[in-house]
């Protein structure tokens, strides 16, 4: 009975929340993330897709600028809006108890990302989201599981 009532304890105490809060805290966590929407997955979504968070194609490059991205050894096939690297390792994830925000740097020689492609080159596609949520589901149902068992 003691520990029925003890269960029952942890359940009205119990903020799904803060299970949240911690899992977006992970430095593992926030670089799978960043890695889904810049460079890393086979699916991150601006290097291998060429696409914002909403499925958005960011374009083609011109023909001009094609051979200096071979030269480069740089991808040519769909704007990656990677050059030197500086944007993609600008890019930060801040937790928060409802979620978290993705945010970057877009500001590049004379050039603002985000007025140039929108806000939305940051964040995660809905298919990227659900591989996020399968990526976390095991340490979610572990620290669940700790917090009402405890």
Known sequence: MQDFERLLKNINNLNINDIFFELWSDNRVQN??????????????????????????????SPFTIPFKVEKGQRFDHITLKDTGDFYESFIVTPLKTGFKID???????????????????????????RLVAFIEADFNKKLEERLFQ
């Open 32 to 61: 799978y993330i960043i890695d889904l929407n810049t460079e890393g997955k086979p699916t991150s979504q601006l290097y291998e897709l060429g696409v914002d968070s909403l499925g958005n194609s960011l374009g083609e490059y």
């Open 104 to 130: 970057a740097d877009p500001i590049k020689e004379d050039t603002n990302l985000f007025q140039e492609f929108g806000r939305d080159i940051v964040g995660l596609t809905e298919e990227n989201q659900e």
